[in-house]
Nanobody, 118 residues
């Protein structure tokens, strides 16, 4: 069992930055591929960024060059640094963990709201 707790969301002006954190507990963090998803009102949840167990990353086209995902296995934490934020980045951001050995084993955080508005 893995518990995920996100933090760092809030209100920011266009062009600003935020850093989201997701603290994991309850299992071996290094065995999990970590993702950030987001869901805007009236839209489907979409994958924003992922980081593999060995640190490889992938991003949605809409955030490439602006967002950076990273992980600290010693702190059992994954981060999402969001720069040059746009109003269309407004959404609830969710942390997701997927076991690298058993892909059916996955967990979600409760979500954190990010609002980009002037």
């Amino acid at each position: 069992q893995v518990q995920l707790v996100e933090s760092g969301g809030g209100l920011v002006q266009p062009g600003g930055s935020l850093r989201l954190s997701c603290a994991a507990s309850g299992s071996i963090f290094s065995n999990y591929i970590m993702d950030w998803y987001r869901q805007a009102p009236g839209k489907q949840r979409e994958l924003v960024a992922l980081i593999t167990t060995d640190g490889r990353t992938n991003y949605a086209d809409s955030v490439k060059g602006r967002f950076i995902i990273s992980r600290d296995n010693a702190k059992n934490t994954v981060y999402l640094q969001m720069n040059s934020l746009k109003p269309e980045d407004t959404a609830v951001y969710y942390c997701h963990a997927r076991n690298v050995h058993y892909s059916t084993i996955n967990y979600w955080g409760q979500g954190t709201q990010v609002t980009v508005s002037s």
